[in-house]
């Protein structure tokens, strides 16, 4: 992808340390014998929010502990479990919860790569919080330009917030990224405008995935099946039209959205601590919770989950479980290594955003 022609002082850059970080830690993993484990800890301080997205159905699943806040000393222990160089925090809107500078302050002196997933509607009052620093990420959702975004997000104003408080975190030294869902009703050239803005603006890199079909979320019809979905990458990721787009997602991934690579789901890579435990086996599927990690690793779960195994899984291709098996595949593949390597994307291990 071509960037936008600012000056290079202007655009947040990744730290070339998580890429050697992640790179060390596969192969130290790999050389114990594990064939299966994280690369990304997905983090769910709570779940509550302060919006209610069309597409989004935590809110709705965890409506029975909804107003449970999980501990900072939990927080750290999950992460710690898995292992993961990388921490995603999502939620439900993690800046609601009342310690999130701490257990984002107490990772980064652990030197855990963080990223923050959030609307963005509160950020302006954490900044003073979480000193900006280069193992930590602001990761702030865009659904698309004005009009769209505050639809998909059912609430007026929020789209020129968010670009404020991602304009405000870039001028104090922040590291930012954006994220985006693509659902049925999403606007190819809507969204290509909103990709330019953002790498206008200087963020690192724009995230990207289509939705998955959660079945609590209100809006069914939204959902794209996985040919609704190749279709419409196809047309957003034209190359004679990506120019001024900064994806942040690896080319594999990309690949993959378009149907020009098949990968099977590997979304072990991205376990998920909530408030009721790790979810079981996946950041989209809770068919129960466990205080184990090691009950999401028996090969007799993964024998059930996948394309072609389970129906849940038919149009899933969201990045928590297809960007990481872009990753594993690429390490017995050189030239697939080598081409995330050129790309610059090697280190994101397919992180996965709430």
């Given at each position: ?51 209610a ?70 950020l ?5 919080k ?12 865009l659904d ?56 206008g ?21 939204i ?34 959205l ?21 979810r079981k ?26 394309v ?11 990045h ?35």
């Amino acid at each position: 992808m071509n960037d936008t022609k600012l000056p290079q002082a202007k655009r947040a850059k990744r730290p070339v340390e998580l890429s050697v970080r992640l790179a060390w830690y596969m192969v130290k993993t790999r050389l114990r014998g594990r064939r299966r484990f994280p690369l990304v800890t997905m983090l769910e301080p709570l779940e509550m929010c302060n919006l209610a997205c069309v597409g989004c159905g935590r809110i709705r699943e965890y409506q029975p502990v909804i107003d449970q806040i999980m501990s900072v000393d939990d927080a750290i222990s999950a992460v710690r479990q898995s292992g993961a160089p990388i921490v995603s925090i999502a939620g439900g809107e993690p800046t609601i919860h009342p310690q999130i500078d701490q257990i984002i302050s107490q990772l980064i002196a652990r030197k855990y790569f963080v990223y923050c997933c959030t609307n963005a509607l509160l950020l302006e009052r954490l900044l003073p919080k979480i000193p900006p620093s280069k193992y930590f990420c602001w990761v702030v959702h865009l659904d698309g330009m004005e009009a769209k975004h505050d639809e998909s997000v059912a609430r007026k104003g929020v789209f020129k917030k968010a670009v404020s408080a991602i304009e405000l975190a870039l001028a104090q030294g922040y590291r930012v990224c954006t994220n985006t869902t693509v659902f049925r009703n999403s606007d190819v050239e809507d969204l290509r405008e909103m990709f330019r803005l953002a790498a206008g603006l200087g963020v690192e890199g724009s995230m990207i995935s289509p939705g998955y079909d959660f079945k609590d979320a209100p809006d069914q019809d939204i959902f794209l099946t996985r040919r609704e979905s190749r279709s419409v990458f196809q047309r957003l990721l034209d190359p004679a039209k990506t120019q001024g787009m900064r994806l942040y997602n690896n080319p594999l991934y990309l690949n993959f959205l378009k149907g020009d690579r098949e990968y099977q789901c590997a979304a072990w890579s991205n376990p998920t601590y909530t408030v009721m435990g790790w979810r079981k086996p996946c950041y989209p599927l809770a068919d129960e919770h466990t205080q184990e990690l090691a009950d999401l690793y028996q090969d007799s779960v993964w024998e059930k989950y996948g394309v072609g195994k389970d129906p849940r899984c038919s149009n899933c291709m969201m990045h928590c479980g297809f960007e990481s098996a872009t990753i594993f595949q690429a390490v017995a593949t050189p030239k697939d290594w080598v081409t995330l390597i050129k790309s610059g994307a090697a280190h994101k291990g397919g992180i996965s955003v709430g």
